[in-house]
């Protein structure tokens, strides 16, 4: 059914909305916070440092990225809030980048790890990650989506919340939004032993070490890069990111 056209000539068109909503997004990862936040951890180190040193306009990926992934993370925050017995949204978890354990945010130093997962169930215990997939052909499921393991990148995430609380159990809960045929929702389990997420932390403190000097030498080049990682899925940062040619200069030398 065709839908009702714009009656508004294009030379009486008023100003663009997308820039204000950009500036908003900028002003938004601009907030000074205390502390490096695990998701610059988990993605691209490098990529933090430089935002830190030399933030640039963002581009339209960038606010698709944004507003496409606040789907189901959105939406549950929202829900939770009506059922505060069973749910905590966004807690906040942080570890000590001295000891690699977990403490208190009144503990917490300008150079420690925190973190905010989407939702902490109260009654189970554990972290729980929202997610959106919107794979247009995940209705034929012809690449097998719903059977296999979520993108690495979200379950690093998980994983990283786990550790930080020291908790042995998280859930992914995603949401393919263009699966028609049966229940859009899935809910992936990861369970890790205390040696496994003492590891994990130890990761982060490494990364977060590596951040700091980057930052305080002014020197983007000193901190981790994920260019060169073997697997697509771990590099799937490089493809809207801004600084992508001057980064691939540093790299070739
Ligand atoms: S291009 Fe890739 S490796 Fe370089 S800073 Fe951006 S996300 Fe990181």
Redesign the pocket.
């Known amino acids: 059914m065709p839908g009702i056209p714009s009656n508004v000539p294009d030379d009486k068109k008023l100003p663009s909305t997308l820039p204000i909503l950009k500036e908003a997004l900028s002003e938004h990862y601009a907030k000074e916070r205390p502390g490096v936040h695990v998701s610059d951890l988990t993605?691209?180190v490098?990529?933090a440092v430089?935002q830190k040193l030399d933030r640039r306009p963002l581009t339209d990926k960038e606010l698709n990225n944004f507003s496409s992934g606040r789907g189901i993370d959105g939406a549950i925050e929202d829900l939770a809030y009506i059922k505060r017995e069973n749910f905590r949204q966004k807690p906040e978890l942080w570890i000590s980048i001295t000891t690699g354990e977990p403490i208190f945010w009144y503990e917490a130093t300008e150079k420690d790890i925190c973190a905010h997962p989407d939702l902490w169930d109260m009654k189970l215990n554990f972290p729980i990650e929202g997610k959106s997939n919107k794979t247009e052909t995940v209705w034929l499921d012809k690449f097998d989506t719903l059977n296999s393991p979520p993108p690495k990148s979200n379950t690093k995430q998980l994983l990283a919340y786990m550790a930080m609380a020291n908790k042995t159990y998280g859930r992914l809960l995603i949401q393919y939004v263009n699966n028609k045929k049966t229940s859009a929702f899935r809910e992936v389990d990861y369970t890790r032993t205390l040696p496994e997420l003492r590891e994990i932390r130890r990761e982060l403190v490494m990364k977060a070490i590596q951040y700091w000097r980057a930052l305080e030498a002014k020197d983007?080049s000193l901190a981790p890069?994920?260019?060169n990682e073997p697997e697509p899925d771990d590099?799937f940062?490089?493809k809207i990111?801004p600084?992508?040619t001057e980064?691939?200069k540093i790299?070739d030398g």
């Open positions: 993605g691209c490098r990529k430089w983007v890069h994920i260019m590099r940062l490089c990111c600084y992508y980064c691939k790299n």
